[in-house]
């Protein structure tokens, strides 16, 4: 039991997290499902979740919603995130948590050269970054540190980038949550378990809203560096041991 309640405890703070910062929940909680249920439950495990807390987002923000943005990125996301979800379940147990750890780390470095670039992309050059991030997604799950700089290149800021960030990923993982489902990577009981992670998620987006206006950019990028450092980390410890 006590495993449970620590994972939902993390699923509050996680929410939270990316109820402010347009992402973070994956890149908090994977590790942790890794280590509680083992790597290929914890993905499918998470890619519901993720549904539930991208779905509090929206609702959060419905009336900021950017849908050009939205079309232009997800059109061809969805059927990428399908593609990279079934290339996935393909993999060894052990390819997939050093992939995922060195995939996070490698974020570090990568989100702070295209923020530094401050690059200004249009409306296909965002359905290209929606095709490529949407593969990344089905494979490695965890994409927000590189969807974060997309959107925020196309122009959106505050409340229509959280919008349609979090609308985007929740075609996205609804993709990939259907492609689990159809191969038979989603049994019932790794679906309550999202559902009840997804639950705690998004309790910790609702209670964050207030907090959005307030964060700092600076607080922003800390948060999100020291998040990718530590889970990159331990998913290459539990690689390893």
């Known amino acids: 039991m006590e495993p449970y309640l620590f994972v939902l405890l993390v699923g509050l703070a996680a929410g939270a997290v990316s109820g402010v910062v347009g992402t973070g929940s994956s890149i908090m909680l994977l590790p942790v499902l890794v280590l509680t249920f083992g790597p290929k439950q914890a993905v499918p495990i998470m890619a519901v979740a993720a549904l539930m807390a991208n779905l509090a987002r929206v609702l959060a923000w419905w ?4 849908w050009r943005a939205f079309a232009a990125y997800s059109v061809p996301g ?23 750890g060195l995939f996070f780390l490698m974020m570090i470095p990568v989100r702070h050269i295209l923020a530094a670039k401050q690059i200004l992309i249009r409306w296909w050059q965002l359905s290209l970054a929606g095709a490529g991030i949407g593969f990344l997604t089905g494979l490695v799950l965890s994409t927000g540190p590189l969807s974060v700089p997309a ?19 929740l075609a996205l993982y609804a993709s990939k949550v259907a ?3 159809e191969l038979g990577a989603l049994p019932a009981e790794l679906l309550m378990h999202g559902l009840i992670v997804g639950a705690s998620l998004t309790l910790g987006t609702f209670a ?11 607080t922003f990028q800390y948060v ?8 990159g980390l331990s998913l290459l410890w539990a690689a390893l041991r």
Not at 80 to 95: F, V
Not at 151 to 169: D, I, M, N, Q, R
């Open 151 to 169: 959107f925020a290149s196309y122009g959106l800021v505050k409340g229509a980038f959280l919008a349609t960030e979090a609308a985007s990923s």
């Open 208 to 218: 964050a809203k207030a907090l959005v206006r307030r964060m700092k950019a600076v």
């Open 179 to 181: 492609t689990f489902q």
């Open 224 to 231: 999100l560096d020291v998040l990718l450092l530590a889970s």
């Open 63 to 66: 009336r900021d919603l950017d």
């Open 78 to 100: 969805v059927p990428a995130a399908a593609l990279g979800a079934r290339t996935l379940l393909e993999l060894p147990s052990i390819w997939l948590e050093a992939g995922l």
